[in-house]
């Protein structure tokens, strides 16, 4: 008889020990950047509390690039145009008084 051997080993998946080592990752540098402001204060607290208000800015959290839009395929003309014509086809389909205008000319609105 040979005795089973346990290693302590447990079958995980790559995702859970990659998110392990993320999360302990993240927690080291939690830390440290708490030590090194805790440091800052202690030895000069104007300059701690300038880079605290630096990162608590409204402004330097997010900066707003221009909004770039394309160039508009329709002109103003064209587009009094298009509702001039959708006035008249309303008009045109409102003083008909038979329907068979009315099936030429549909409602869009």
């Known amino acids: 008889e040979t005795p089973k051997v346990t290693l302590g080993l447990s079958n995980m998946t ?12 993240e927690d080291r540098r939690r830390k440290d950047d708490e030590r090194k402001l805790k440091r800052l204060k202690q030895d000069n607290l ?10 608590n800015d409204p402004d330097q959290r997010r900066r707003r ?10 002109n103003d003309e064209e587009l009094e145009a298009i509702v ?4 008249d086809a309303a008009a ?17 609105g």
């Open 14 to 25: 790559l995702q859970a020990v990659e998110d392990r080592n993320r999360q302990d990752e």
């Open 65 to 74: 690039t221009a909004l770039n839009l394309p160039a508009p395929q329709l």
């Open 46 to 55: 104007p300059e701690a509390i300038e880079m605290i208000n630096k990162l």
């Open 84 to 87: 001039k014509m959708g006035a």
């Open 92 to 108: 045109l389909s409102a003083s008909s008084a038979d329907g068979s205008t009315a099936g030429l000319v549909q409602s869009y």
